[in-house]
């Protein structure tokens, strides 16, 4: 198994563009993730999904925030406009399938984005 | 203050000692999860122990579970230079389902060869 994949890696952009991440959970999970992590305020949900469903997207920090999941292999978080402060490392995680309980989260590599 | 939250912050030893984490928390739970991260990389799992659980070991790791106090400790023993990296606490608040799970902020472990 791939494990969960996430792309880019590293993204360095200029304020105000938009960015888009990507994600494709482990085949057969049916929960995904979205957490974003800094120094100051560690490892923060921003969003998940169930099923494709967004379940709680109460950690979004505010509009410029959007995530989508059309199918079960792939999932997005876009930033528009991206603002210096959006500068962190992105992380997708799965899980499943299961009654959603007692699972282990599967974390990606992250995707390290830096805002000028 | 957070769901699970763990001390200390910051642990320092040398190669060959034990390195103990606590995480506490503050509502009923299914179960408690122990992650690690090492620098620049994802989270890990590392042991999952369940509310009806005491106590569970994995190799070097044994994690202990106090639901009348709401705590939980991560011990290593014999630790290893490469056990250095970040340990979280997560737990998956009972009621909710889903797969969510609220993590601490984490104690930063560095063991000196």
């Known amino acids: 198994d791939a494990g969960v994949i996430q792309s880019p890696r590293h993204e360095v952009t200029e304020m105000g563009q938009e960015v888009t991440l990507r994600c494709k959970p482990i085949?057969?999970?049916?929960?995904l993730f979205w957490y974003r992590q800094t120094m100051m305020r560690g490892l923060e949900l921003l969003i998940y999904?169930?099923?494709?469903?967004?379940?709680?997207d109460s950690g979004m920090p505010e509009d410029r925030f959007s995530a989508k999941m059309p199918n079960a292999s792939f999932s997005t978080l876009k930033i528009q406009p991206s603002e210096p402060r959006d500068s962190a490392v992105y992380f997708c995680a799965s899980s499943g399938p299961g009654l959603g309980w007692g699972e282990t989260q599967y974390f990606g590599p992250g995707t390290r984005l830096l805002v000028l | 203050s957070q769901q699970g939250e763990e001390d200390p912050q910051a642990l320092s030893i040398q190669e060959g000692e034990n390195a103990t984490m606590n995480c506490s928390y503050k509502?009923?739970?299914?179960?408690l999860q122990w992650y690690r991260q090492n620098s620049g990389r994802g989270l890990v799992h590392l042991i999952l122990i369940r509310s009806n659980e005491r106590e569970k070991h994995s190799g070097r790791l044994r994690v202990t579970l106090d639901t009348s106090k709401k705590s939980s400790s991560l011990l290593i023993t014999a630790s290893r230079a490469a056990d250095t990296a970040s340990y979280f606490c997560?737990?998956?608040?009972?009621?909710?389902?889903?797969?969510?799970?609220?993590f601490g902020q984490g104690t930063i472990l560095t063991v000196h060869p």
């Open positions: 085949s057969g999970h049916n929960s």
């Open positions: 509502t009923s739970i299914n179960n």
């Open positions: 999904f169930n099923n494709n469903v967004p379940i709680d």
């Open positions: 997560a737990t998956d608040v009972d009621g909710t389902s889903y797969g969510k799970l609220t």
